[in-house]
């Protein structure tokens, strides 16, 4: 009934953050219309680096104790980040065009990391495919989810590394966090399409976690239903064996 | 009169659009799963999914 209402919420949520950065904000001075694209862009872009963090603790998580919740976490974190990761470059590819000119360049190292980091964790989700052992898989995937978590400060830090085409951080220069510089109704709207898609993400996140848990057991559960008959018609010891 | 307005409006419908449309086709395929797992978990004898 909590998740029902969680996934009803996060509907009227999107549809009124939508209403608010599409008809209500007005469009900025220089960018025009395709500013307003950036209410989705950064907001899946922060969903999807929460959803990969979660993925990497779990990841940690599982080596050290061997805790099936734990690939079940894992595992949801990294499906909901990749499909988070692909609405934000989708947005930035619909922002670029009109903007820089551009849907891709890359010669960008914000752009190009970021392309990485799909991939990466697409590896980590095509990597479980490989094995029925449910043991061995999430071993090789908490390993493979810790070598892509390696990207992650280079997606974050790549425009203050390197210069390219995109902008350094608006909001995560520490001396902007208080005063952004950016009217305060985008901000209103940025922080409103936040708060709306962070439902959705919690929502998918937590589905997709029962699903694996499901998962798990059934799997496992046949698991021993294939070797329960093995079992039964072993022969016996002998008795001075 | 330059269309180059209408050219961006395109953009920014595409972009709410097709993530829209992908977010919730994710999420009608997650509670499909779900439905059917929750299903082979109360009848054991049908097969499950594996879990991957």
Excluded: K
């Excluded at chain 1, 029902?4 to 209403?19: E, H, K, M, P, Q």
């Excluded at chain 1, 862009?41 to 979660?54: E, K, M, N, P, R």
């Excluded at chain 1, 989708?90 to 960008?108: E, Q, S």
């Excluded at chain 2, 050219?7 to 059917?36: E, K, N, P, Q």
């Amino acid at each position: 009934m909590a998740l029902r209402v969680l996934g009803i919420s996060a509907v009227v949520a999107i549809v009124a953050a939508t209403v608010f950065g599409l008809f209500i904000v007005p469009a900025d001075v220089n960018q025009g219309q395709p500013q307003r694209i950036l209410y989705l862009h950064v907001a899946t872009a922060w969903l999807a680096y929460l959803s990969f963090g979660v993925t990497t603790v779990a990841c940690i998580w599982w080596l050290i104790r061997r805790d099936p919740r734990a690939d079940a976490v894992a595992l949801a974190g990294a499906e909901v980040g990749v499909v988070f990761i692909a609405s934000t470059i989708w947005a930035g590819m619909m922002w670029g065009r009109p903007v820089w000119g551009t849907f891709w360049d890359w010669g960008d190292p914000r752009l190009t990391s970021t392309a990485v980091l799909l991939a990466l964790y697409l590896g980590y989700l095509l990597i479980r495919r490989l094995t029925d052992d449910p043991q061995r898989r999430a071993t090789r995937a908490a390993i493979i989810g810790i070598i892509a978590a390696i990207d992650l400060p280079i997606v974050h830090f790549s425009v203050t590394w390197w210069r390219g085409l995109h902008q350094p951080p608006t909001f995560g220069d520490p001396e902007n966090i208080l005063n952004p510089p950016a009217p305060g109704q985008f901000v209103a709207a940025l922080l409103f399409m936040l708060a709306a898609f962070s439902l959705a993400w919690l929502w998918l996140a937590i589905n997709r976690y029962r699903l694996a848990r499901l998962e798990w057991s059934a799997e496992d559960a046949a698991r021993r239903g294939a070797l329960a008959p093995a079992a039964s018609v072993a022969p016996a010891p002998e008795p001075n064996a | 009169m330059s269309l180059e307005p209408i050219g961006d409006v395109v953009f920014v419908v595409s972009a709410y659009v097709v993530i829209f449309t992908g977010v919730a086709v994710y999420a009608a395929t997650l509670v499909r799963r779900l439905r059917r797992a929750e299903r082979a978990a109360a009848a054991p004898e049908e097969p499950a999914e594996p879990t991957r």
